[in-house]
């Protein structure tokens, strides 16, 4: 989860550096240089002896490895280095969260979000936490409303009682919460719980010119604009700072003239009030007029009129794994209790929790090898052992959903978080693996294919580095080439 954000806490106001075309919601999406690896064949025993001579480099004699290398088919070890211990894992939680997810919910199952009607004509909308709710779903439902022949809506109450509990995980960092790939989770979820606007910039010495692709949003912000446009020899950098009271967004920094437009993206303040608004402006196109609104938790719901249901979990997942979404990790996280009896103020996410250990423990991954406060490893106090991930990793492989969980893993120098890695190596094509970063901390655990040995699953931890990020991929990736030219001596 690359964070191309960067905040500062001053006095009130949060300072996010924001990018143009990177998504961080979506997760890192590095540009390393390939390994410097050449082509050769690798004995099982001389793997040891050549991963150390990687990670025993004098840049990292502060660094801590967690490493686990087997073979598919069995326990075998063929290399550990603190497997046991652990580690800040970062985006590799989702490897658990999504291991359960298709263990308990089953590869077919959806997230509906529903609108009924009540005898006395109010409408409730009842969110249940679909990540993957979009404007094109909303104007569905809106058009199956007008096919009921319903033009006027009185009253219309979001139900937010489906997910209880923090909108955003209490161990996130503020850095975290105010930028877009830490966007809230709740009942209510639409287009990622993000809105965004453009700075384009105009003559010199002029203000940026601000363009946003949500009106309502326009009209809900104060903005202090003291961004500027300057020549061409100059740098371009954004900050966009917002107050804690949510109200005020202030614009700072300067574009080049004739440069691109900047994409600023950032969270919804309240997930529930953001879909009502957008709600209202689709029901308008459709001609459907609407009157009050509330947020509301808990009550009756009668007869369903209008309801859509999200893809397949299957689909879900891949997306939680190939672009390392956060916001996917935790509705996820919080899907798994949907099976479970409703506990009043009990918080939905810590349920998911307990479901996800107990169905990670009953593949019989070692429930004393990992402890997880979140589902997508934005925390910093999630703790997971290379063991418990091999151990998941291996497990998995031998479930109904194998070729469903391995399917959603990014493929070295294709897809996802690992389409700019292991380009032009030998990995490239045979090796996928879940990426994750955090300041500090930088993970990779998958599969590597290889058909001159036999299918190798790995983890591979770093932490507590002061290195830059790009220098401990790389390493990580030598050793995972390494594991791709692997054969039998």
């Known amino acids: 989860m690359t964070q191309k954000s960067t905040i500062g806490l001053t006095l009130l106001l949060l300072t996010t550096q924001l990018g143009i075309t990177q998504q961080p919601t979506k997760a890192q999406t590095p540009t390393p240089a390939p390994p410097t690896t050449t082509t050769k064949q690798i004995c099982p025993a001389q793997l040891g002896n050549s991963i150390e001579t990687i990670i025993n480099r004098p840049s990292f004699n ?39 997810a298709l263990q308990e919910l089953g590869a077919n199952f959806r997230i509906r979000t529903s609108i009924y009607q009540n005898s006395n004509g109010v409408l409730r909308v009842v969110g249940r936490g679909d990540p993957s709710l979009g404007d094109t779903q909303l104007q569905a439902l809106a058009k199956q409303l007008r096919q009921k022949g319903i033009t006027q809506i009185q009253q219309l109450i979001a139900d937010d009682s489906y997910i209880q509990g923090d909108i955003v995980n209490p161990t996130w960092q503020w850095e975290d919460v105010q930028s877009d790939y830490g966007a809230p989770v709740s009942s209510f979820i639409l287009n990622e719980n993000i809105f965004s606007f453009k700075l384009t910039p105009q003559a010199l010495g002029k203000p940026l010119q601000i363009a946003w692709t949500d009106s309502n949003e326009e009209r809900r912000w104060r ?7 300057v020549s061409k020899n100059q740098t371009n950098y954004i900050d966009v700072t917002r107050d804690l009271t949510g109200t005020v967004l202030r614009i700072q920094g300067q574009l080049t003239e004739n440069s691109q437009p900047y994409l600023v993206t950032l969270p919804v303040v309240d997930p529930n009030y953001y879909f009502l608004r957008r709600f209202r402006t689709i029901l308008a196109t459709e ?17 369903e009129i209008a309801a859509i249901d999200s893809p397949p979990l299957s ?19 919080r899907a798994l209790a949907v099976k479970q009896p409703r506990v009043q103020n009990k918080i939905t996410a810590n349920i998911g929790l307990e479901v996800l250990k107990a169905s990670l423990t009953k593949l019989g991954v070692d429930p004393t090898s990992y402890s997880l406060v979140d589902g997508s490893g934005l925390s910093r106090r999630n703790l997971l052992s290379a063991e418990a991930l091999v151990q998941t990793l291996r497990l998995m492989a031998t479930t109904p959903a194998a070729n469903i969980y391995r399917a959603s893993l990014p493929v070295a120098g294709k897809t996802g978080t690992l389409k700019n890695r292991f ?5 490239e094509g045979i090796v996928q693996a879940k990426t994750g970063t955090l300041t500090g901390a930088v993970s990779l655990a998958g599969y590597v294919n290889n058909a001159k040995y036999e299918p190798v699953v790995f983890s591979i931890m770093v932490n507590q580095s002061d290195r830059p990020a790009s220098e401990l991929r790389q390493a990580i990736d030598e050793i995972v080439v390494l594991l791709a030219q692997l054969q039998r001596c």
Request: hydrophobic share 35%.
């Open 62 to 100: 502060r660094v801590r490895w967690g490493i686990l290398i087997q073979p598919l088919s069995s326990g075998q070890t063929l290399y550990s280095r603190d497997a046991q211990k652990y580690f800040t894992p970062a985006s590799n939680t989702k490897l658990l969260t999504t291991a359960a």
């Open 223 to 229: 903005i202090v604009n003291q961004s500027t446009t």
């Open 287 to 303: 001609k459907i007029s609407l009157g009050q609104t509330l947020v509301f938790n808990g009550g009756n719901n009668q007869q």
């Open 315 to 333: 689909q879900l997942v891949t997306e939680v794994n190939v672009n390392s979404n956060n916001l996917y990790a935790e509705a996820l996280l």
């Open 423 to 427: 380009r032009n190596t030998p990995a």
